[in-house]
């Protein structure tokens, strides 16, 4: 994990948009974000899981270091009792790009793929799908691996009571259910699809007491 956080990568993703890198304290900003106490899930390893299938993937991005550079930010903010977090991340990566020089529109295409995380509407565009489907890829481990995701999850909701969390988690996981493909590209489909419903289906059995 170390290594594909280590600050030489990140300084070759903005070297790759014609940039000189930030200073080595925003980079330092996000590992301690990724770091802080109340996350379970959305942590550095989640970063570096993230950053990894990147590599693997990397030949169907259009901009591939955009991609990466949206995936560092995309969780740079998460407290669980906001509603703005997805927003909130993309100002960080609009702030770091703008004062490296970064162009305009390749700024807007990176906050475009910070929002999209949002999760609220089927991704639109190779970048956005990819980056999409690499987020949404532990829905697709196995079942020890997404069972004890589900667990991690509920710690960052603890504060959520009990009935109020397994009607809404409910909610949200059959939405991801309801869609025709959980995944944008076939590659991700026919790595994580089918495990991903069978995940799916039994978590919310599980919320729903069956």
Same mark, same amino acid.
């Given at each position: 994990?170390? &290594? ?25 900003? /996000?590992? =301690? ?12 390893? #989640? ?15 259009? $901009? ?16 669980? #009792? ?5 927003? =909130? ?8 790009? @703008? ?27 190779? &970048?956005?799908?990819? /980056?999409? &489907? ?12 997404? &069972? $004890? ?5 509920? @710690?960052?909701? =603890? ?13 949200? /996981? ?6 025709? =493909? ?29």
């Amino acid at each position: 994990m170390a &290594d594909i956080l280590d600050l030489e990568g990140w300084n070759a993703r903005w070297s790759a948009l014609g940039v000189t890198p930030p200073p080595e304290a925003v980079h330092a900003d /996000l590992l =301690k974000r990724y770091a802080e106490r109340h996350r379970a899930y959305h942590t550095r390893t #989640h970063l570096a899981d993230c950053l990894s299938l990147l590599q693997e993937t990397a030949p169907l991005c259009e $901009r591939p270091d955009e991609v990466a550079l949206a995936l560092w930010f995309h969780d740079a903010i998460y407290r669980t #009792h906001r509603k703005d977090n997805e927003e =909130k991340s993309a100002e960080l990566l609009v702030k770091a790009a @703008t004062s490296a020089g970064v162009l305009a529109e390749a700024i807007e295409r990176m906050r475009g793929l910070v929002l999209v995380t949002r999760h609220a509407s089927i991704p639109e565009g190779r &970048d956005a799908e990819v /980056l999409v &489907d690499i987020d949404l890829s532990i829905l697709g481990a196995s079942s020890n691996r997404y &069972d $004890r995701f589900e667990e991690q999850i509920r @710690t960052e909701y =603890k504060w959520v009571p009990q009935p109020l969390y397994r009607l809404e988690r409910g909610k949200i /996981l059959a939405t991801f259910l309801a869609r025709p =493909k959980i995944y944008s590209l076939e590659v991700f489909e026919t790595r994580f699809e089918n495990q991903a419903r069978a995940n799916l289906r039994r978590a919310i059995d599980r919320l729903r007491g069956r």
